[in-house]
């Protein structure tokens, strides 16, 4: 019966990641009712990661009244600053501003607004753009793994602080491997492809007047946007203090309980000290694609954890021993799960408490967190689309094989070198 299990949880993953966006979502739901029927127990309080799914909706909400008020525009314009002063180093500039940006927010949705002026500055100094848009996409979604306010950050740290291994050094040690990661990443981006000038699909747009340059931005920055910003990076500070605090003290609220309350009355003051009308908040960018991920979570780790759950004395009995003989496996198989789910918080939640019931140690765990961030393996991802759409210039296009597109070989670069790394950090360091 588990394989035919297995077979449907695959059916429903494969629909959902066919149908795209928040399909995925109810495909999860719908395979969740034919897993019921073949024999799993439907269990909405275990298998549904209730935790992560607050945490997002806190944390997306505090973002979308940041940009509300401004706030993500003001760090645009320092982002496109940033990258002007340095335009022939883009390849790498570029990618650290979507990591740390992603890394600060706590979601990869925030690169939306930076991908506009990547691909402007790329074809103002005759880059081809598809270099800086790969890794700056890829360094997007491995940020999620660095955040210390991500879904997936949280997650991992619930299963692997029971290993003996704390928030700050589970957070310290994630976002110098990925930076690393993504370094190596950009250093392959910047050899990908023929030179702008050479590429016979800018040619012939650039032939047919297809070209448009958009010049410096302009924004018009709200007056309150420093102070939201401001009052944003206080409370991340507080997060990350009494996240700290909660594994060596016994404190009055939660670690996931202070991050979505934290978040939310960051909002609340927010709103008030910065005039934000709330009733904009809700048709933001950030706000959409954010409650968007959390749905396809609910919908994805509901079906993966009714499967696991229903089989986690056969799946910890056959697996054991493999992972434990060969642990960077767990790093594979998280990075295929994560391409396939297209959420680095559902693959968290649904594989890691499966490698702590498989005896896997809290080390390779770590070392091998990098890996749920493998969404641009199929070119289908929305900020992967994005890339490619803002590129005018035909740069960043997907091939005949599908899977030949600019985003591949940068991003399995970045993972690679970041589960490597991670193991030779986690061998000395935890």
Request: with cysteine; hydrophobic share 55%.
């Amino acid at each position: 019966m588990i394989w035919l299990q297995f077979v449907v949880l695959l059916a429903f993953i494969f629909l959902g990641a066919r149908l795209g966006g928040i399909g995925i979502a109810y495909a999860g739901a719908a395979g969740v009712i034919v897993l019921g029927f073949l024999g799993c127990t439907v269990d909405p309080e275990k298998d549904i990661p209730w935790d992560v799914l607050g945490i997002i909706m806190a944390v997306i909400s505090c973002i979308a009244v940041l940009q509300a008020c401004g706030g993500l525009d003001l760090l645009v314009k320092v982002s496109e600053q940033l990258m002007r002063r340095n335009p022939r180093r883009l390849t790498f500039v570029a990618p650290v501003v979507t990591f740390f940006m992603t890394v600060f927010c706590g979601t990869g949705h925030v690169a939306f607004a930076t991908l506009p002026v990547i691909a402007e500055v790329a074809k103002e100094q005759g880059i081809r753009p598809s270099r800086p848009l790969s890794i700056s996409v890829v360094a997007s979604q491995v940020g999620i793994a660095a955040s210390p306010i991500s879904a997936a950050m949280v997650a991992m740290a619930s299963v692997v602080e029971p290993e003996g291994i704390g928030y700050l050094p589970l957070v310290g040690v994630s976002i110098v491997v990925c930076l690393a990661g993504c370094m190596a990443g950009a250093l392959v981006a910047s050899r990908l492809g023929v030179e702008l000038e050479d590429d016979p699909v800018y040619q012939e747009r650039k032939a047919a007047g297809t070209i448009a340059m958009r010049g410096t931005g302009e924004y018009d920055i709200d007056p309150y946007a420093r102070r939201a910003v401001a009052i944003f990076a206080v409370t991340l500070a507080a997060v990350m203090g009494y996240a700290a605090l909660t594994s060596a003290v016994d404190l009055p609220i939660g670690r996931n309980a202070a991050i979505m309350t934290f978040m939310m009355t960051a909002a609340l003051i927010i709103k008030v000290t910065c005039k934000v009308d709330l009733a904009g908040v809700s048709n933001q960018a950030t706000f959409k694609g954010g409650m968007s991920a959390a749905l396809c979570i609910l919908g994805v780790a509901w079906l993966g954890n009714t499967f696991v759950n229903a089989n986690i004395d056969t799946i910890t009995g056959a697996g054991a021993s493999i992972i434990q003989g060969n642990p960077w496996l767990l790093a594979v198989v998280l990075f295929f799960a994560s391409a396939l789910l297209y959420s680095q918080g559902a693959t968290t939640t649904t594989f890691m408490p499966v490698a702590a019931a498989m005896g896997v140690s809290g080390a390779v765990m770590v070392a091998s967190f990098p890996a749920v961030t493998g969404l641009y393996l199929l070119p289908t991802y929305p900020t992967t689309v994005a890339a490619i759409e803002m590129d005018d210039t035909g740069s960043t296009r997907i091939g005949k094989y599908v899977f030949n597109h600019p985003f591949l070989l940068p991003g399995v670069t970045s993972v690679v070198v970041a589960v490597l790394l991670g193991f030779a950090v986690t061998a000395v360091a935890l």
